[in-house]
């Protein structure tokens, strides 16, 4: 009863308190590196790699069968001196990892695209997740030769893809945040 | 501007009803996306924010009423009490039920989510799910090994023959798919058992990279739209050729459809269950959270109304509270506006009924006082200018009002009575103890209407005074009091003699003068004609008769001669001049006098010029000074004391010269006080009796007044007064008159 009370005094405080995401100690994303290439159909592709870990409170919602949905924001942008940089094009590929109790694996699942892996570890799914190879971004003609762009790209949990309850939690309750800064690179051409 | 808009705006009932409305809406909204609306999932979140700051804006209006309530209580505004009151009933009337309610739902809540999970659903999940692994288990066992045979014949082949041998191997094995892959995931041979398929179901690279490292991948997969299958992919070795490339064998068996489905089903139901029983306490938490917005809501909500309500319900009250508090002070103008056709709106009409009933008493009762105040003032000026004195006496005998006239006539100031008993009259001015004596009998025995004459001794002289007294009507059957008019008729029934005196020695005069003359002419002639020719007894008998009738006559004339005097009324010849000198001269002519008269004379020297008329007034002094004489009897014993000096009245106009002539005669006894200026009243053996009455009638003609005194060391003072601006020549009958507006 009194663990009762306290809940609903947690609620109370909640409410009230103001609305900050503390950084979970464990979960992180770092991306190494990434860049395009044009390759010879003219298009460029972006290859990538990045360390995604999730914090035990994730890895506990997987296995308890809340799939996580990450998201690939990549943009070509030009960026101006005074201004906000103008972005060209803009994709997200997202991708949902899941728990398969009856094989005890991981499926990996492009969401754009329907592809879907099946791995035997949740460090082999990160590893899978984190490797971009080869994804075409942008057809060159619709770049000017003669103008600089540069990509970016950032890496984040999508926290609209959680079930509600948990999605009003992660806000509420630290360790829920896992977002990349901003990885850019030129493009040449 | 602004400020006044968002006042009205935060003040208002419709805005916050509407504020209360979308708060509601966004409440249902959340409660909605809590139940699992999916279109609600992504602005949950707003929502939840959109609520929190709304309760916020409750929150503030709520603290601004209680701060300004409180503010005041502290100031002790009308009707601020009540609203107290009346907030905190409401809002207990709130809080008791919704809290009870509240503690329910929370129970509900956390039992209901609790009671959906069990302990044994759970393990018989987990049961089922372990079944299904290992009924899969023994066919991934038999397919791996199935590949493993394969794998080793390929290994023996040379490399070239690998495309050939696998569709029969594939049927060997009764395998759906048998692959050939580079390390790269790219396909060297392929063989399906369905010839219309094309594509075949490639591995991720990371997969073959964990074959490459393990010697073997083997898992159950959902191929999309074709149920389970089993994947098997197996490294394939190749001796001697270090360099070349790595190559994979992938077989893929298809797992019964019946078996496929049920395996299937019990992973996602057993998924399902679990994050079901994972996402129990967010669950309950956002239960509990909407739960409570929502608790928060209507206390809120109920609170802000209870202000709304308790000022609402107190404002007529509290108007009623300072109208009466305006009406306690005086102010009986004071209207309230009505509030509503209700039992209050019945009150604030007949509080402004009885206001304006109050009023209207009020101003009755201002008229009717101004009313009795001009009536007073009224008879006031109707008593001060009548002639005669009035007194009123209430119902146990006190003296209640005099007017002037009464003061004038009874020479004393009344007003030093006004409020003591009528007998205190008497005591204060003992001249006026007859009248009292006279009048209160009559007070006393409650008799209705009587009049009385009596006289008194006043500093002004003796009086003649008709007393009469009216009882008051009764008031309610109690005595009311009385009236007493009192009338000075001394000059009156002088004036009524005088007159009747004036005419008597007039006809005298007339009557006895005209035969006068023949006497005295026949009384001559018999003498001439007969004295010389009679001789002896006769002529002294004739002698001696015509002697006397002449002499007779003569003395004859001097009366009438002054019947005549008295009865004629001279022009008065009227100057400014000095009344000493007049005093002086006619001194002077008696003092060689035979007769011995001593003069003792007290004369001011500063007196003022008089207008006078010199002739008449040496004529006053002769009678007068004739009369000490005559008073004094024997010859040479006769003192006169004459005295002179000015009286200063309330002004110029007003200045008296008072003149005393005394005598050191016997005085003049008391029963003929009254009547010494009257025709032929004396007690003396010589004179015409006409000297006094004739010195009267010049005092009068010179608006002034005489009486008479006996001093205490014997003898007689004449008192004379005359304005020193000259009075008119009238007769006495006026002279009361003159006399009042001289003191007025």
């Known amino acids: 009863m009194v663990a009762v009370r306290h809940r609903y005094l947690l609620v109370f405080l909640l409410l009230l308190a103001p609305l900050q995401a503390v950084q979970a100690a464990a979960a992180s994303v770092t991306i190494n590196q990434a860049g395009m290439t044009l390759h010879q159909d003219e298009v460029f592709y972006l290859s990538a790699s990045f360390d995604l870990t999730i914090n035990e409170r994730m890895e506990e919602a997987l296995l308890k069968g809340v799939p996580l949905t990450f998201a690939i924001d990549i943009e070509v942008f030009q960026p101006r001196r005074y201004l906000w940089p103008r972005v060209v094009a803009a994709i997200t590929q997202r991708y949902r990892l899941e ?43 619709l770049l000017i030769a003669d103008e600089s762009y540069m990509g970016r790209m950032k890496v984040g949990l999508e926290h609209d893809e959680l079930p509600l309850p948990l999605h009003l939690q992660s806000y509420l309750t630290p360790g829920w945040t896992l977002e990349s800064g901003w990885y850019s690179w030129p493009i040449n051409f | 501007m602004a400020h006044k808009f968002l006042k009205r705006l935060l003040s208002g009932f419709l805005p916050i009803l509407l ?5 509601l809406v966004s409440l249902y909204s959340l409660s909605t996306a809590v139940e699992g609306d999916g279109n609600l999932k992504q602005s949950y979140f707003w929502l939840l924010l959109l609520n929190v700051a709304g309760l916020v804006l409750l929150v503030g209006l709520i603290g601004n009423n209680l701060l300004r309530l409180i503010r005041q209580y502290r100031n002790h505004v009308t009707g601020s009490r009540l609203t107290v009151r009346l907030v905190l009933i409401f809002v207990i009337l709130v809080l008791v039920p919704v809290s009870v309610v509240y503690y329910f739902s929370l129970q509900f809540i956390q039992r209901g989510i609790d009671s959906w999970f069990d302990v044994r659903i759970e393990q018989a999940f987990e049961d089922t799910l372990e079944l299904s692994r290992l009924s899969l288990f023994e066919r991934k066992r038999e397919y791996l090994h199935k590949s493993e045979k394969i794998r080793d014949q390929l290994d023996r082949l040379p490399a070239v023959e690998h495309p050939l041998m696998l569709d029969e191997m594939r049927r060997n094995i009764d395998a759906d798919e048998l692959d050939l892959l580079t390390e790269k995931a790219r396909v060297v041979a392929v063989s399906f058992v369905d010839s219309l398929k094309v594509t075949p179901w490639l591995p991720d690279q990371s997969v073959l990279h964990q074959a490459l490292l393990q010697g073997q991948y083997i898992a159950v997969e959902e191929r999309q739209d074709q149920g389970l299958y089993v994947r098997i992919i197996l490294p394939l070795y190749r001796q001697g050729d270090i360099a070349a490339e790595q190559y994979f064998l992938q077989a893929l068996f298809p797992v019964s459809g019946k078996i496929s489905q049920l395996a299937e089903s019990v992973q996602s139901s057993y998924g399902h269950y679990r994050r079901l029983a994972y996402l129990r306490e967010p669950l309950k938490f956002s239960f509990i959270l909407t739960l409570s917005l929502v608790l928060l809501l209507s206390v809120l909500s109920a609170i802000w109304m209870a202000f709304y309500f308790a000022h609402r319900l107190v404002a007529p009250i509290r108007v009623l509270a300072i109208g009466t508090r305006v009406v306690a002070s005086g102010d009986y103008g004071k209207r309230l506006p009505r509030f509503a056709n209700d039992e209050l709106g019945f009150l604030v009409e007949s509080f402004n009924e009885m206001t304006r009933k109050i009023a209207d008493g009020q101003n009755e009762v201002r008229r009717s006082h101004q009313l009795a105040v001009q009536e007073r003032a009224y008879l006031r000026t109707v008593l001060a200018s009548l002639s005669s004195g009035v007194l009123t006496l209430d119902a146990e005998g006190t003296v209640t009002m005099s007017n002037i006239a009464a003061k004038q006539i009874l020479a004393a100031d009344l007003d030093q009575c006004l409020g003591k008993p009528f007998e205190e009259i008497a005591r204060v001015f003992p001249a006026l103890a007859p009248l009292v004596e006279d009048v209160f009998p009559c007070l006393q025995d409650k008799q209705n209407d009587w009049q009385h004459e009596l006289k008194l001794g006043l500093s002004s002289g003796r009086r003649i005074i008709i007393c009469s007294g009216i009882a008051l009507p009764d008031i309610d059957g109690l005595p009311a009091g009385h009236v007493i008019v009192i009338e000075d008729v001394t000059m009156l029934l002088q004036a009524q003699r005088d007159a009747a005196w004036g005419e008597v020695a007039r006809r005298l005069a007339h009557e006895i003068k005209n035969p006068l003359t023949p006497i005295q002419l026949s009384a001559e002639r018999l003498r001439h004609k007969y004295l010389p020719d009679m001789a002896g007894q006769d002529a002294r008998l004739l002698d001696r008769s015509t002697h006397t009738i002449i002499q007779q006559v003569e003395v004859m004339k001097e009366l009438v001669k002054a019947f005549s005097e008295y009865a004629r009324t001279p022009r008065l010849n009227l100057r400014r001049q000095d009344l000493k000198n007049v005093i002086f001269e006619v001194c002077e002519l008696y003092r060689n006098d035979v007769s011995g008269i001593r003069f003792k004379l007290d004369i001011d020297e500063s007196l003022p010029e008089v207008v006078f008329d010199a002739g008449r007034i040496r004529q006053l002094l002769h009678n007068l000074i004739k009369n000490a004489r005559e008073a004094a009897g024997s010859e040479g014993s006769c003192l006169i004391t004459l005295s002179c000096h000015g009286i200063r009245g309330s002004d110029r106009e007003n200045d008296l010269i008072e003149i005393h002539v005394a005598d050191n005669g016997p005085g003049i006894p008391e029963d003929m ?31 002034g007044r005489i009486w008479v005194e006996n001093l205490e060391q014997g003898g007689a003072c004449f008192i004379i007064r005359l304005p020193v601006q000259g009075g008119s020549q009238t007769a006495a009958g006026n002279n009361r008159h003159h006399h009042r507006t001289e003191e007025t």
């Open chain 2, 19 to 23: 504020l209360l409305l979308s708060l």
């Open chain 1, 99 to 141: 728990y398969l109790p009856l094989s005890q694996q991981y499926l990996l699942k492009n969401l754009n695209s329907g592809a879907q892996n099946v791995l035997p570890t949740l460090a082999v799914a990160l590893a899978v997740l984190g490797t971009v190879v080869d994804l075409p971004v942008i057809d060159s003609s």
């Open chain 2, 673 to 703: 006080i009254e009547q010494v200026f009257e025709p032929y009243v004396t007690g003396k053996l010589k004179g015409s009796g006409l000297g006094l009455p004739i010195v009267k009638k010049i005092v009068e003609e010179h608006g």
